[in-house]
C-alpha cells in the first residue's frame, strides 16, 4: 500500500484542520492506521490510531478531546480532524500503517508502511 497524506497548512491557535490520508495499491480494510507526528529536534510521537474491521479509535493524550481520527465508507481514506489547534501541535504530521495489530501501538517501528509528511504549522 502507498500511503499520501495531505491537509496541511498554517493556521492561527484555535482554529482547526482536516488532514487526509488516501491509500493507493490497496485499501484500509487490511491495514491498521495511525497519525504520528514530528517536530524539528524532537522524536516521532504517537498521535492516533484507527484498527482495521471494528474501527477502534486511540489518542495520545496531548490531543484527546480536540483531535478525532475516522475512516470513510469506501476505506480508502483515513482522515484526522484537529480541532482547538495549539502552537505546541505544530510539526510534520505522517499517516502510517501496519497489517498486524498487537503490543503497543504508539511506536513508530511497529508501523510497515508511511506517508511523505504533512506540515502544520500553529501560529500563537
Known amino acids: 500500500v502507498q500511503l499520501q497524506a495531505s491537509g496541511g497548512g498554517l493556521v492561527q491557535a484555535g482554529d482547526s484542520l482536516r488532514l487526509s490520508c488516501a491509500a493507493s495499491?490497496?485499501?484500509?480494510?487490511?491495514?491498521?492506521v495511525a497519525w504520528f507526528r514530528q517536530a524539528p529536534g524532537k522524536e516521532r510521537e504517537f498521535v492516533s490510531a484507527i484498527t482495521r474491521v471494528v474501527d477502534d479509535t486511540f489518542y495520545g493524550d496531548s490531543v484527546k478531546g480536540r483531535f478525532t481520527i475516522s475512516k470513510d465508507k469506501g476505506k480508502t481514506t483515513v482522515y484526522l480532524q484537529m480541532n482547538s489547534l495549539k502552537p505546541e501541535d505544530t510539526a510534520v504530521y505522517y499517516c502510517?500503517?501496519?497489517?498486524?495489530?498487537?503490543?503497543?501501538?504508539?511506536?513508530?517501528?511497529?508501523?510497515?508502511?508511511w506517508g511523505q509528511g504533512t506540515q502544520v504549522t500553529v501560529s500563537s
Open positions: 502510517s500503517a501496519r497489517r498486524i495489530w498487537g503490543g503497543s501501538y504508539t511506536r513508530p517501528q511497529d508501523y510497515e508502511y
Open positions: 495499491g490497496s485499501t484500509f480494510s487490511n491495514y491498521h
